[in-house]
């Protein structure tokens, strides 16, 4: 699984962002997709996954601020972002894993597929 994130770096503070993980090989669309962020100094944090059944999972820190999206063809996976803060300003993953849990996973040991990630900067 090959995974590419794609998007606008830099946005001013309560703006909106579509990031978008494109996913290709033959079993992509069988595979669980989540979206990870790294602020300098911090860990890795799950934000939001999408899971193959359709269904999602979102962090409680940032429910009701973001939307996680799969395209019918279930190779890209957006996250969309609004209302965003300067402490939203993080490198962002998308990951993926060719198995589901019940519930979805938000943690990043549980994924071997990684993209680069794109750096977000939430400042005016």
């Known amino acids: 699984l090959q995974l590419v994130e794609s998007g606008v770096g830099l946005v001013q503070p309560v703006g909106s962002l579509r990031l978008s993980c494109v996913a290709s090989?033959?079993?992509?669309?069988?595979?669980?997709i989540a979206w990870f962020r790294q602020a300098p100094g911090e860990e890795r944090e799950g934000v939001a996954c999408?899971?193959?059944?359709?269904?999602?999972v979102y962090a409680d820190s940032v429910k009701g601020r973001l939307t996680i999206t799969r395209d019918d063809a279930k190779t890209t996976v957006n996250l969309e972002m609004n209302n965003l803060k300067p402490e939203q300003t993080a490198h962002y993953y998308c990951?993926?894993?060719?198995?589901?849990?019940?519930?979805?996973?938000?943690?990043?040991?549980?994924?071997?597929?990684w993209g680069q990630g794109r750096q977000v900067t939430v400042s005016s």
């Open positions: 090989g033959d079993a992509a669309p069988y595979y669980t």
């Open positions: 990951a993926g894993e060719g198995k589901t849990w019940d519930g979805g996973s938000l943690l990043a040991t549980d994924y071997d597929y």
């Open positions: 999408s899971n193959t059944d359709g269904t999602t």
